[in-house]
């Protein structure tokens, strides 16, 4: 009887080892992004320290375990197969959710998502044994599900985005009125209590607070409660005493030691409060195998009320869930991907953006200038003057190959963030209430961007739409953990043979997007050139966009082939796909003319004729684009609508004409890719005669319309592909020689 629970017992141990994976990569953003984003501290050190606070808040997590026990539903109301069926489809369900998330670069709630996975798998399995009962109805599920924990958990999840938000932008207001953007010039003691503040508020409420979870913490107990006072004030005043000293004699910036420590204290904090999303679960369940393991009772009759008790946490296996969160942290490239998504909506200059505008954020953006210009009616000019003043950045002159070592934002910044969400964080934590790290780290850093006015009129649109996009995903979560943990629960109640399936789903999907993940980061890379923000040298614009022009012609001509191929045999599916491959093509090119700006500032001469050149080929780069999409557009369209197949000798002459392109377009990608510049003669003579058979197909269908063509559909069709061709070879065509005029051009200079 106890051989499949000690099966799903294994899995488990093994689902719990990936959701740790899948859980710090996109958690790894709330503890990193500030110290990062600064540069205060070099990357290696960053992880050091983090990696540290991750080990000592795995110990202090144990409180945290009870919320997976009892603080969603009633225990002692399901059987022991019930529960195990509900941790089954919990932990199934959110290693699929964080593992989406993460490859989408989107930080997402894993508070969030396990607590509506407990949810719906619990109403789920709930609402099961209410119609197999039948002196039972749906009006009790309420007493299957602790409905007032529950909602007190969501609601303080909810109240964190506002009341981050709010404090953060409050804080970071403040802090900058007191060191402006010149914080390296404000006066020694003004550093000293600012440290004393905000070491004070790391070490009490994350250190003191944080041991309440531990075992440990009876033995200090009686030297800390009733001393909260005492305990500040004296912090306070030691710790600004200790300050001044390492400012005054060890001249140590004290703003990248709060840095420091902030790192620390948050690593530690996500650790204590995020653990029990990842572990608790699997504990839970093997607490519930070892009590009816010994009651010789039968799995589906013995109640569950043992886990409404408090049970002690095995500290070993707290650390060694800390042990694969830190090799995690230092290994994977989808935590990498989602701090970036962080860090580029708080920066503090300008640079290419992650997302789109949309009406919201639009709405929004114009809300807050009319409150902005009401506000200037209404408070005194002289207090605005010295308001602005504080804000004033300062410019700071970098070689043009040194910029891009600049920060994302400045110390006190990146110090506020990481005081203002450890408090935060750890009063939650210290009232065994699962707050959301992501929403609370993630609100912070928005309020204090906001406050610091890094949302400025080029960039307010775009990183509101993107701040959208990230709270939008975080109801998608909780939404898609309800039903989906409700549905993976329903199947494996239904057979229990439904497991392995389920688990062999989750294998081939998480391998499935792991690969889809690196074959997106491999491609990024060939996209990122020109797209940097180092020296580019004009050589180096030769090369780079040699060989990205070449890419382009490959891809274009196997999607002018598909379009033909596909046109004749009828295929929508493919031509639906070609379509979203000529879209994806349109927006790499659209986002390097959006960075023609930072293209000509990167260079490491003023060089008109290269400014020129680069403009000039996006132009021809966006004419092919143009081009090939209104073919592929035009084909779908058609053949959606379900109109009359082109007749054979249309398709007869399209093919043919795909034949003498394609030769064209390979030969031309290869010169590009080789820098060969000397046989273009050979490649204009076979230009002109596939422009005449373009023409001649023309003709040919001015013929067909007289005698026997009757489809006006079909002759615009087939005249529009004719006429965009033309326009895909002149334009292929002026850039092969805007590109050997140019490189001939530097040759001679050289």
């Known amino acids: 009887m106890g051989d499949p629970y000690i099966l799903m017992l294994v899995a488990l141990a093994v689902l719990a080892v990936v959701d740790l994976v899948v859980g710090v990569s996109n958690d ?24 540290l606070g991750v080990f000592f808040g795995a110990i202090t997590s144990s409180g945290m375990m009870e919320v997976a026990r009892k603080g969603i539903f009633n225990p002692n109301m399901f059987m022991f197969q019930d529960i195990m ?145 005492a305990i500040i004030a004296g912090s306070f005043v030691v710790w600004s005493f200790i300050s001044q000293i390492l400012i005054k004699a060890f001249k140590i910036n004290i703003l990248k030691l709060i840095i420091g420590v902030g790192t620390f204290s948050l690593a530690m904090a996500f650790s204590g409060n ?18 009816w393991e010994v009651s010789g009772v039968a799995a589906d009759s013995f109640s569950m009320g043992i886990l409404a008790k408090k049970v002690p946490s095995n500290v070993w296996l707290l650390l060694l869930a800390g042990g694969i969160m830190v090799v995690t942290l230092w290994t994977s490239s989808k935590a990498q991907n989602v701090i970036k998504t962080g860090i580029d909506l708080s920066r503090q200059g300008e640079g290419h953006e992650k997302f789109q505008p949309n009406p919201l954020s639009r709405i929004v953006v114009r809300a807050a200038m009319g409150i902005n210009v009401g506000l200037s009616y209404l408070v005194p000019k002289s207090t605005l003057a010295f308001i602005d003043s504080k804000f004033q950045k300062p410019v700071i002159a970098l070689p043009k190959d040194k910029t891009y070592e600049m920060p994302a934002f400045d110390l006190v910044r ?118 940097r923000t180092e020296l580019i040298t004009i050589n180096g614009v030769i090369e780079e966009s040699a060989d990205h022009i070449s890419g382009v012609i490959s891809r274009v001509n196997k999607l002018y082939t598909n379009v033909v191929n596909d046109l004749a045999n009828q295929d929508l599916n493919k031509l639906r796909k070609t379509e979203k491959h000529v879209a994806k093509l349109n927006n790499e090119i659209d986002s390097l003319k959006d960075g023609v700006f930072y293209f000509i500032k990167s260079l490491d001469e003023t060089s008109v004729q290269a ?87 023309i003709e040919k269908q001015v013929a067909r319309i007289r005698t026997d063509e009757t ?40």
């Open 28 to 51: 790894a953003v709330n503890f990193l992004n500030s110290a990062i984003g600064s540069k205060a501290i070099s990357v290696r050190n960053i992880m050091i320290i983090a990696s």
């Open 85 to 229: 069926y509900i941790f089954m489809a919990v932990m199934i369900t959110d290693i699929l959710l964080l593992d989406i998330f993460n490859s989408l670069g989107m930080p997402t709630s894993t508070t969030v998502s396990i607590v509506f996975e407990l949810l719906g798998a619990a109403v789920c399995i709930s609402l099961i044994k209410i119609s197999a009962n039948d002196t039972q109805s749906i009006s009790d599920i309420w007493s299957y599900i602790n409905h007032k924990k529950a909602l007190e958990i969501i609601n303080g999840i909810l109240l964190s985005v506002v009341v981050a938000f709010s404090v953060g932008a409050i804080v970071q207001f403040v802090s900058r009125l007191i060191y402006s953007f010149n914080f390296e010039k404000r006066a020694t003691y003004i550093n000293a209590l600012f440290g004393g503040f905000a070491i004070t508020a790391i070490t009490y409420f994350i250190i003191i607070k944080g041991m309440k979870g531990t075992p440990f913490y009876k033995d200090v107990k009686f030297l800390i409660e009733g001393n909260t006072f």
């Open 274 to 291: 995020d653990l029990v999303n990842f572990v608790g679960v699997p504990i839970a369940a093997w607490n519930s195998y070892q009590a």
């Open 414 to 531: 990146a110090s506020v963030n990481l005081i203002v969400a450890g408090i935060l964080i750890s009063i939650a934590t210290s009232m065994k209430l699962p707050l959301s790290t992501t929403y609370v780290t993630f609100m912070v850093a928005m309020g204090t961007s906001l406050a610091d006015r890094a949302w400025g009129r080029e960039s307010a649109v775009y990183r509101v739409a993107g701040v959208i996009n990230v709270i939008g995903g975080w109801f998608l979560t909780a939404i898609t953990a309800f039903f989906a943990a409700a549905v993976v629960a329903y199947l494996i109640s239904w057979n229990m043979v439904m497991i392995p399936v389920l688990l062999a789903v989750v294998a081939l999907l998480i391998g499935r997007n792991t690969l889809i993940h690196r074959k997106k980061t491999k491609e990024v890379k060939k996209q990122e050139f020109m797209e």
């Open 611 to 697: 400014s020129r050149f680069y403009i000039m080929v996006l132009g021809y780069l966006q004419d092919v684009a143009q081009s090939i999409s209104y073919i592929s557009r035009a084909s779908y369209k058609h053949v959606n609508n379900n109109h009359k197949n082109l007749k054979k000798g249309q398709i007869k002459d399209l093919k043919i004409i795909d034949i003498q392109l394609s030769t064209l377009l390979v030969k031309e990608a290869t010169i590009f890719e080789n820098r060969d510049l000397d046989d273009l003669n050979a490649l204009l003579i076979e230009k002109n005669e596939l422009l005449r058979s373009v023409s001649s197909s």
């Open 711 to 750: 489809s006006p559909k079909n002759t615009t069709l087939y005249f529009s592909i004719l006429l965009e061709t033309k326009d895909l070879i002149t334009a292929l065509m002026n850039l092969l020689q805007t590109y050997e005029e140019f490189h001939l051009s530097r040759k001679q200079e050289q």
